[in-house]
């Protein structure tokens, strides 16, 4: 992929989001960065960590449905080795979406505490909301807060142009205006975004891109692209298991060689819309 273009392109961007997060930072009790499931590495921006300095973090892990469930428990786990809350969520279908805030109120129980024993009562938790474009910001949202958007009028402090979300008298959400941005630190965080289709084609070699896919699947799910593709799989050379597999499909090009377009096409939106099999790219170490 062209990473000298989409590198000098995004840094602009990510600056005014740290502005724009920084800002609202002293308003909200904690942050709710969003990632997907399928590549947590390469989806989320490290450096968060350092924006938010020591505010309470809840990871979502999204598009749960679509990634490896072991891996997923595995991520879970690891956060939470790291002392920060995790939930995998589906927001698409809002499978476990109230996962979520039984989090945050066990995360943030002192808070709600503290609140109360002060007297603040009907004073809710407020979390900040953050991730990069595609994560599914705006799903999660819709189905966790289903339009109840709040009152904007009255609140000192709040900047005019942010949306709140009530989800019940304890808990709501801060839309921030400003999105994450991906960090291109090397290669593979722009290959793994672009497998999943968070970066557009357009900027991407799409051949090379399905060949490190047929890659990584001969090397962790064999048995998944076997089903899929009615072929064997043995330590064959990746672009020779992307030739078969088009040629399974009949994807020919003149003089019977495989029609790399459209194979590539086919694989990567295959593996974009969950046909291959609930697949994660990323893994914890080990
Ligand atoms: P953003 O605000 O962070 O930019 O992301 P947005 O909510 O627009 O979601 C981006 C895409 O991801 C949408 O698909 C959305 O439906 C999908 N998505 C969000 N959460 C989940 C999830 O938990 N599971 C699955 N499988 N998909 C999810 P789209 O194809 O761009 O739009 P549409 O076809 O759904 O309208």
Redesign the pocket.
């Known amino acids: 992929m062209n990473t000298e273009q989409t590198i000098q392109w995004f840094p602009g961007h990510m600056a005014k989001a740290e502005r724009k997060i920084k800002e609202q930072l002293g308003i909200v009790d904690a942050v709710a960065e969003?990632i997907d499931a399928r590549i947590p590495v390469s989806s989320r921006n490290p450096d968060l960590s350092r924006i938010i300095s020591n505010k309470p973090r809840i990871v979502i892990l999204?598009?749960?449905?679509?990634a490896d469930p072991k891996a997923t428990a595995d991520w879970i786990n690891y956060y939470n080795s790291q002392g920060i809350a995790a939930v995998a969520?589906?927001?698409?279908s809002g499978k476990g979406i109230n996962k979520f805030s039984e989090t945050v109120k066990k995360e943030l129980a002192g808070k709600l505490e503290y609140y109360r024993s002060k007297g603040l009562v009907g004073k809710p938790l407020r979390v900040m909301v953050v991730?990069i474009?595609?994560?599914?910001?705006?799903?999660?949202i819709n189905r966790i807060a289903g339009g109840n958007k709040a009152k904007a009028e009255n609140r000192p402090g709040v900047t005019r142009g942010n949306q709140w979300f009530t989800i019940d008298k304890e808990l709501e959400l801060l839309d921030t205006p400003g999105v994450l941005w991906p960090k291109f630190e090397d290669a593979t965080v722009g290959e793994h975004l672009a497998f999943t289709g968070a970066v557009k084609d357009n900027v991407i070699d799409t051949l090379l891109l399905a060949v490190k896919l047929c890659e990584y699947l001969r090397d962790n799910y064999k048995d998944l692209i076997e089903q899929r593709y009615k072929i064997t799989v043995t330590d064959k050379d990746a672009y020779d298991i992307f030739c078969e597999i088009g040629k399974k499909r009949g994807f020919l090009a003149r003089g019977g060689e495989t029609d790399e377009d459209r194979t590539a096409n086919m694989l990567l939106e295959e593996f974009r819309n969950?046909k291959i099999g609930n697949i994660t790219i990323e893994k914890v170490d080990k």
């Open positions: 969003i999204n598009k749960c449905d679509m969520l589906d927001c698409r991730g474009p595609n994560v599914g910001k705006s799903t999660f969950c």
